[in-house]
């Protein structure tokens, strides 16, 4: 099976810069994805490594090391509109390509 | 527009009668998921479908049922062997489900059973 950690809770002040971890164990790694989901809301893709490195889009950056199992996304000039909760998703070719979630992090942005 | 529909957006239904949600997608999408959120907590996988016709069990199968007969659509039942439906169920799509391309969501239905 897999196993996905993100802490559940981080508080960020406005323009700042917030990074978002991620620790996995997985069996067949074949990327990673992170979604951003406002409350009562679906889930909307962000960003997707399945190389080792950055990946950068705008204000948002994800980094992925395949060797230690860990991802991190990095959220920069924070606004109060990226107050969501961040999700980090594995897919692994062992089960099918099933996309696995971990619990997410509650991101809250404070003036 | 393309994209995933779920319908409805909130059901209610008493406890013991079975109650099936719709997804539909017309995105042209090989693979097809379902999702249960419970509060506070992420996505946990119920089934998902790599291809019409066949389906795989997630991780959470046990008193949820779907069928695949065709492509745009994936249907899930809620059946009353399942001990706690009430949570927000979500369907998603990939273009395929080996290739590594990101999954879109429906908007979600809200199950309370009372």
Known sequence: GQNIDQPTEMTATEGAIVQINCTYQTSGFNGLFWYQQHAGEAPTFLSYNVLDGLEEKGRFSSFLSRSKGYSYLLLKELQMKDSASYLCAVRAYRGGNKLTFGTGTQLKVEL | ?114
């Open chain 2, 1 to 114: 527009d393309g994209g995933i529909t779920q319908s409805p957006k909130y059901l209610f239904r008493k406890e013991g009668q079975n109650v099936t949600l719709s997804c539909e997608q017309n995105l042209n999408h090989d693979a097809m998921y379902w999702y249960r959120q419970d509060p506070g907590q992420g996505l946990r996988l119920i089934y998902y479908s790599q291809i019409v016709n066949d389906f795989q069990k997630g991780d959470i199968a046990e008193g949820y049922s779907v069928s695949r007969e065709k492509k745009e659509s994936f249907p899930l039942t809620v059946t009353s062997a399942q001990k706690n439906p009430t949570a927000f169920y979500l369907c998603a799509s990939s273009i395929d489900g080996a290739l590594n391309t990101e999954a879109f969501f429906g908007q979600g239905t809200r199950l309370t059973v009372v």
